[in-house]
Nanobody, 123 residues
Framework: QVQLVESGGGLVQPGGSLRLSCAAS????????IGWFRQAPGKEREGVIC????????LYADSVKGRFTISRDNAKNTVYLQMNSLKPEDTAIYYC????????????????WGQGTQVTVSS
């Protein structure tokens, strides 16, 4: 059974950092496209960052370029989202998603989703 579990969310001040984790079970992350998405209240789910091919090519939303990075620990079957220089507009529920096919990019069309973790950026 494919399962994704996010953790690491919380409350952080503007300018601060957080690292989110996404632990996978039931499949090998390295064989799947992986993306991070977020959804703020009253807004549609949007793509933040993803591995777009199996060579590690990364796609970013313009709003997070230079601030967010994605990484993968294959030994732990876990993907991370490092978020730096956080802004109040980064406040949202963050989801990781996986799909056996690359090429979806930042479109929220992935097959498998975690339950999400809340990130709140506020002073």
């Amino acid at each position: 059974q494919v399962q994704l579990v996010e953790s690491g969310g919380g409350l952080v001040q503007p300018g601060g950092s957080l690292r989110l984790s996404c632990a996978a079970s039931g499949f090998t992350l390295d064989d799947y496209a992986i993306g991070w998405f977020r959804q703020a209240p009253g807004k549609e789910r949007e793509g933040v960052i993803c591995f777009d091919n199996n060579d590690g090519r990364t796609l970013y939303a313009d709003s997070v370029k230079g601030r967010f990075t994605i990484s993968r620990d294959n030994a732990k079957n876990t993907v991370y989202l490092q978020m730096n220089s956080l802004k109040p507009e980064d406040t949202a529920i963050y989801y990781c998603a996986a799909d056996p096919h690359y090429g979806l990019g930042l479109d929220p069309l992935y097959d498998y989703w975690g339950q999400g973790t809340q990130v709140t950026v506020s002073s």
